[in-house]
Nanobody, 116 residues
Framework: QVQLVESGGGLVQAGGSLRLSCAASGSIFGLNRMAWYRQALGKQREFVAYITSGGYTNYADSVKGRFTISGDKVKKLVYLQMNSLQPEDTAVYYC??????????WGQGTQVTVSS
């Protein structure tokens, strides 16, 4: 049973920074990638960034240059460093894990609120 636990969310002023963490536990075989998604109130969940098992990263256009995803494969951790936060970044941020032949795993989410 794979579990993902996010932490690091909170309230920050516009222009500030936060660092989200996601810890994965359980047996993970065929890890493909880990990712962050977010869902603002009243909106659909959207992709933010991912990092593959080989270290390749990809970002949504809205966060490029401001957010950085990184990971520690041995410790099964993934981070999202968020700089220059804006009110439109306010959302619940979810950790996602994709492994071959398995449905995606999701964390419970962590709230990020950016005040103007």
């Amino acid at each position: 049973q794979v579990q993902l636990v996010e932490s690091g969310g909170g309230l920050v002023q516009a222009g500030g920074s936060l660092r989200l963490s996601c810890a994965a536990s359980g047996s993970i075989f065929g890890l493909n990638r880990m990712a962050w998604y977010r869902q603002a109130l009243g909106k659909q969940r959207e992709f933010v960034a991912y990092i593959t098992s080989g270290g390749y990263t990809n970002y949504a256009d809205s966060v490029k240059g401001r957010f950085t995803i990184s990971g520690d494969k041995v410790k099964k951790l993934v981070y999202l460093q968020m700089n220059s936060l804006q009110p439109e970044d306010t959302a619940v941020y979810y950790c996602n894990l994709r492994a071959q032949g398995r449905p995606d795993y999701w964390g419970q989410g962590t709230q990020v609120t950016v005040s103007s």
